[in-house]
């Protein structure tokens, strides 16, 4: 049986200004790059849309091999106890959504991967915090958002020696696409870093005392034309089936 991998939707409001159809309805919804980099590893991809009621969370972590939190929106400040200055479109319902699903999925030994907006997700699900806004707190820091008409910014990344992603990519640093104005503050309780920029923004961790929990700040799902980020897939992949 080819391991299931629950992926964690958007959410567009019922009143999203940018949006066409559907109107008045709200929307839960991925990028096919998310099934791609499901399907490329020989998974089999569900969209998990957010709900209210979390106790029904066990029961659809169980049903499930592996789950990716997906990119999207910033995570609510008040999470990590801080207030709102810098922080865009939170979605209080997506957030807590997501973390019951990395408590359950932990508990059930399943592989867990954040990417973008997931490793954020993460941390604060571990009781870690975020830098709100990367341009005005960190000092010297690259660019780390896309371009205003869509392009990709890429910029380098270096790993942590002897980690399994310097396994992976055979090397000690790779260059990575980057789309987030938000980043990695206080690392939450159990989790390490495993890559870093050169402005010193986190840019994977993961919790060792965990069968597979990891989180990426780059989006690998977006550039799988790079052998590498493919093989980052495959690896995952494998690490969700028993």
Not at 38 to 61: H, K, R, S, T
Not at 86 to 112: F, P
Request: one cysteine or more; charged letters at 25%.
């Amino acid at each position: 049986m080819k391991p299931v991998i629950g992926i964690s939707a958007n959410i567009s409001p019922a009143d999203d200004p940018n949006r066409t159809f559907s109107k008045g309805t709200k929307l839960h919804y991925i990028q096919e790059h998310y099934c791609q980099f499901v399907l490329i590893g020989d998974g089999v991809p569900v969209i998990l849309p957010a709900i209210e009621d979390l106790d029904y969370v066990p029961d659809l972590i169980s049903k499930l091999d592996g789950l990716i939190i997906t990119g999207g929106v910033d995570v609510e400040p008040s999470l990590y106890n801080e207030n709102n200055t810098h922080s865009l479109g939170c979605d209080i319902l997506r957030d807590r959504y997501e973390i019951e699903l990395i408590h359950a999925a932990r508990r059930q030994a399943r592989a867990v991967l954040g990417v973008c907006r997931g490793i954020q997700v993460l941390n604060v699900a571990f009781g870690g915090s975020l830098y709100q806004d990367i341009p005005s707190m960190i000092d010297g820091a690259l660019i780390h958002h896309r371009f205003a008409e869509g392009k990709e910014t890429f910029h380098n990344v270096l790993l942590t020696r002897h980690s399994i992603l310097s396994e992976i990519f055979e090397r000690d640093e790779i260059e990575v696409n980057s789309s987030h104005h938000q980043s990695v503050k206080e690392l939450g309780k159990g989790l390490l870093p495993l890559a870093a920029s050169q402005d010193g923004v986190i840019e994977a961790v993961h919790c060792p005392d965990d069968r597979c929990t990891y989180g990426v700040q780059w989006h690998p799902e977006r550039i799988l034309h790079d052998p590498k980020q493919a093989d980052l897939a495959r690896w995952f992949i494998r690490q969700a089936q028993f």
